[in-house]
């Protein structure tokens, strides 16, 4: 659920759209209208209002706000990002495919599924546009709902200290000399409401003169116990391209995420319930109920989505391999971790 910056470098080739806009503000609402290829964006005191050559769709506001900051915080994601049953994005690293129903299976056999590949660049600037103009003052998208306001109504203001937060993206490991630094009071991160009987101790680590810079430790459910947002996996160590994104998880994981490789979880702490779906249909394939000490793997041909409603603490082991996609669409690498 987070990757390696490199696999967002890749090349764009000459048909990726780079033609997106700001268009006007509605005098009703004070929102900016926005457009990217043949999709136009617009929203009301309620809802996101989308239409394509062919087609609309409606999202509640809150509901396409916290997939829309998800998408933006984490560069377009692994594989698919699904913000409903309906619209999302597809990241090819580099580029990115924004469709209408590519993965809703009556879509598809109506023939009323639409999709448009875009310049990475491109889309992100003005997917975070939208999400600026968007975004009302007290409103957090990033946030659980009991610890932010409400995305209801006029335009009123903005919230850009929220929605511009830099996902950690640790080199080697939080806490080494140079790396992301371990959350504390004084940086910031006072420990959430949820996790107030979570120890703060940290490992005390004597290396020998010489290695201090290569040998360190921090308290992992400390660090968590410190995120001040919910469900945005970050990287807090780096062996290879093997990533631990631990994240902490209340309500609802605002997308349901299609996967492009296999994708391990370790519920470290309290429950998540997972819906797992078939990726390119939809249809239920498993629910999965996950306590502490869980573990399981999302293969690479589902989609899934989360619901805790105690705050919890997930790790999330990731391949960044970037050649994995590709060798699965060729199949010479399995969809699953092992086959019994």
């Not at 950690?168 to 107030?196: C, H, I, S, Y």
Request: net charge negative; with cysteine; aromatic share 12%.
């Amino acid at each position: 659920m987070a990757m390696l910056e490199a696999l967002q470098a890749a090349p764009v080739s000459s048909n990726a759209r780079t033609d997106v806009s700001a268009l006007s503000v509605s005098n009703q609402t004070g929102y900016r209208a926005f457009k990217a290829g043949g999709f136009e964006f617009r929203r009301d005191e309620y809802f996101a209002r989308l239409s394509w050559p062919g087609g609309t769709h409606i999202m509640p506001i809150d509901v396409f706000l916290r997939a829309m900051m998800r998408d933006v915080a984490w560069g377009f994601f692994y594989g698919a990002v699904n913000f409903d049953s309906v619209f999302g994005t597809i990241n090819h690293y580099g580029e990115v495919t924004m469709f209408a129903g590519r993965f809703n299976g009556a879509y598809v056999a109506a023939s009323r599924n639409y999709e448009e590949r875009f310049s990475s660049a491109a889309l992100m600037g003005v997917f975070k546009e939208i999400l600026s103009d968007w975004t009302n003052s007290g409103y957090d998208p990033f946030a659980a709902p009991m610890e932010t306001g409400t995305p209801w109504g006029t335009k009123n203001g903005g919230n850009d200290d929220a929605i511009t937060r830099q996902r950690v993206t640790a080199k080697r490991m939080v806490g080494l000399p140079g790396d992301t630094p371990v959350r504390t009071d004084e940086t910031g991160f006072p420990v959430n409401r949820q996790f107030a009987d979570v120890e703060q101790d940290q490992p005390l680590v004597e290396c020998e003169p010489g290695f201090e810079h290569e040998v360190s430790g921090f308290n992992l459910f400390g660090y968590l116990s410190r995120s001040d947002v919910t469900w945005n996996p970050s990287v807090c160590s780096v062996v290879g391209e093997s990533l631990f994104c631990p994240t902490s998880e209340e309500f609802i994981l605002p997308v349901e995420h299609g996967n492009d490789r296999c994708e391990w979880f370790l519920q470290l702490s309290d429950e998540i319930t997972w819906d797992v779906k078939d990726k390119e249909t939809g249809k239920p394939r498993a629910r999965v109920l996950m306590r502490a000490g869980d573990i399981c793997c999302m293969p690479a041909d589902i989609r899934h989505q989360g619901y805790s409603t105690k705050r919890s603490m997930l790790l999330v082991w990731e391949n960044g391999a970037s050649k994995i996609p590709q060798m699965i669409a060729e199949g010479t690498a399995p969809v699953v971790p092992v086959e019994f």
